[in-house]
């Protein structure tokens, strides 16, 4: 099982060091990264396995969007099924 | 391996686009609850819905933080209670109408719909009690929708109910007349009624449903119209190409919605609506993505033709990616829902005439239209006729839900908020069409309702 935690807002430094500690707490492993950093606007996508987490995933669509708050960006964590629904037949 | 363009895309849909799901509706069965008194049947309707949708909510709040995807509203919809209120007088109707009001709000649920009666052919003794409670039930309660099918290709058009329906809609907007007619706007009268449309105020459960179901009801104007404005100056064949990958991608996240809620509650997965379903917000119009088509505004020429491609166009996209496809399924035209309908409105270059028109080839019909609050029931009544008509003789579904708002005239508007929107008061034809409604009976079945 994976999610997709997507990061979007001002570029600020640290932004991948809060977000990678996140899943650490939570057991999500990160297993791919990309970024792109178009004028001063950042974009991340982080693909996390979520089967071996210590909380429940709900728990960690929280967290994730509590730190978005925090930093001042927008950061969710949505669950695989949903881009697979849409875009693979 | 998802690649970033389709998560961008997605996230996009949801961030800028107003992407939800709208409804996620649990269709519950009440024939077992019948009784041979009132007091006992609201008893029983009472603990069915509590029970049976106890979940509904708290599952389907915790999928839409787990996809990520808002799920707008969670609803009931209820066998049609004329067809369970045995004998009942319209005051026991009332107080079954209170009951519902409360087990919706226990179980938390926006609304609850199946407050009708199925009287296409003609009036059981409990379908006139209920039709005869309507105006006050609606006034009473807060979150129950009724609808009132009167008529079928089968069985040809009930005038004697359609008579009754211009009355009873009169009452209601005067029972809630200090609401701007509220009561009206839970009040729909059927041509051709779906048995499993997730969509109010129309929702009900039907006779040959299950004893419970899921239905979800999609949405999505505002992914549609941006995919328009972006594919650019293209023929219509791209067009129609676009508007089907695009109904394509929004239906398959309401058939995983589906198929998750269904797993979830243990609840049989009923159909996905495949609708585009407006809200007031900038950016989730219909009107808008006619707009986007080409036409200055939506209601002058050319607006026929724009939806009728629109609207297929979303099915044919949409049946791709659901197993189960059913409800209303097409693209809904509520004036007061719709920004892009209230502006054209408001500015007079869309006329209730070119409503009737557009319902020809969308659903569902004349919805959500306030008009003046001096308007007669038989007028009412004749614009009903009018409507109905079109989808008797289209064997599709048609539908009428106007609000006349009492006190109010043309350069007045009426606010309900939320959903519901506002509207500006559209002006009607003034000369009478009392002679025609007083003849009553029933206007036959079209002769291509004979197909065996």
Redesign the interface.
């Known amino acids: 099982m994976?999610a997709?935690v997507?990061v979007?807002g001002k570029d600020s430094i640290g932004i991948i060091a809060s977000v990678s500690g996140c899943c650490a707490e939570f057991g999500a492993n990160i297993t791919e990264i990309?970024q792109s950093v178009l004028d001063e606007y950042f974009?991340m996508?982080m693909?996390v396995d979520i089967s071996k987490m210590n909380k429940p995933?709900?728990d960690f669509?929280?967290a994730m969007a509590e730190l978005g708050k925090k930093s001042g960006l927008?950061i969710?964590?949505?669950?695989?099924?949903?881009?697979?629904?849409?875009?693979r037949i | 391996m998802l690649n970033t363009r389709d998560i961008l895309e997605t996230i996009n849909m949801i961030r800028e686009e107003n992407l939800d799901v709208r409804t996620v509706t649990a269709g519950i069965s009440l024939f077992d609850c019948v009784a041979d008194d009132n007091k006992r049947l609201c008893e029983k309707i009472y603990d069915k819905i509590t029970k049976t949708a106890e979940n509904l909510v708290p599952v389907a709040s915790s999928i839409e933080k787990e996809i990520g995807i808002p799920i707008v509203n969670k609803r009931i919809s209820v066998t049609p209670i004329s067809l369970v209120c045995g004998n009942a007088t319209p005051d026991d109707c009332v107080e079954i109408a209170r009951t519902l009001d409360r087990a919706a709000a226990t179980v938390g649920v926006n609304f609850i719909g199946g407050y009708g009666a199925l009287v296409q052919k003609g009036m059981t003794k409990g379908s006139e009690a209920l039709i005869d409670s309507i105006p006050d039930a609606l006034a009473e309660t807060n979150i129950v929708c009724s609808s009132v099918n009167v008529a079928s290709t089968k069985a040809g058009i009930n005038m004697d109910a359609v008579a009754k329906m211009g009355r009873i809609i009169k009452e209601t907007a005067a029972k809630t007349a200090d609401r701007d007619a509220i009561g009206c706007a839970k009040l729909v009268v059927f041509a051709n009624v779906p048995e499993d449309n997730p969509f109010m105020a129309g929702a009900f459960h039907g006779i040959g449903e299950s004893d419970c179901a899921i239905n979800v009801g999609v949405s999505g104007p505002g992914v549609v119209a941006k995919a328009i404005e972006r594919a650019g100056n293209v023929s219509f064949g791209e067009l129609s190409d676009v508007i089907k990958k695009t109904a394509f991608k929004i239906t398959r996240v309401g058939q995983l919605v589906a198929y998750e809620a269904s797993k979830r509650l243990g609840i049989p997965y009923g159909i996905v609506d495949l609708s585009l379903a407006p809200t007031p917000a900038i950016g989730d119009s219909v009107a808008h993505i006619l707009e986007a088509m080409g036409l200055e505004v939506c209601g002058t020429h050319g607006t026929t033709a724009a939806l009728m491609m629109l609207n297929d166009a979303v099915k044919k996209g949409g049946v791709m990616a659901s197993s189960h496809v059913g409800g209303l399924s097409g693209a809904f035209i509520p004036v007061s829902e719709d920004a892009g309908m209230i502006h054209a409105a408001e500015i007079g270059e869309l006329s209730i005439e070119k409503l009737e028109a557009m319902t020809a080839v969308c659903s569902v019909g004349l919805d959500m239209i306030a008009i003046p609050g001096d308007t007669t029931a038989e007028t009412i009544s004749a614009l009903i006729a009018d409507e109905i008509a079109i989808g008797v003789a289209n064997t599709k579904t048609t539908a009428v839900r106007v609000i006349p708002a009492p006190g109010k005239t043309v350069g007045d508007s009426v606010e309900f908020g939320g959903l519901l929107g506002y509207a500006p008061i559209m002006p009607l034809r003034t000369p009478s069409s009392a002679a025609f409604i007083a003849r009553g009976g029933r206007i036959p079945a079209p002769i291509h309702s004979l197909k065996n």
């Open positions: 994976k997709v997507s979007i990309t974009a996508i693909i995933f709900s669509v929280d927008e969710r964590a949505m669950h695989q099924d949903i881009f697979d629904a849409m875009h």
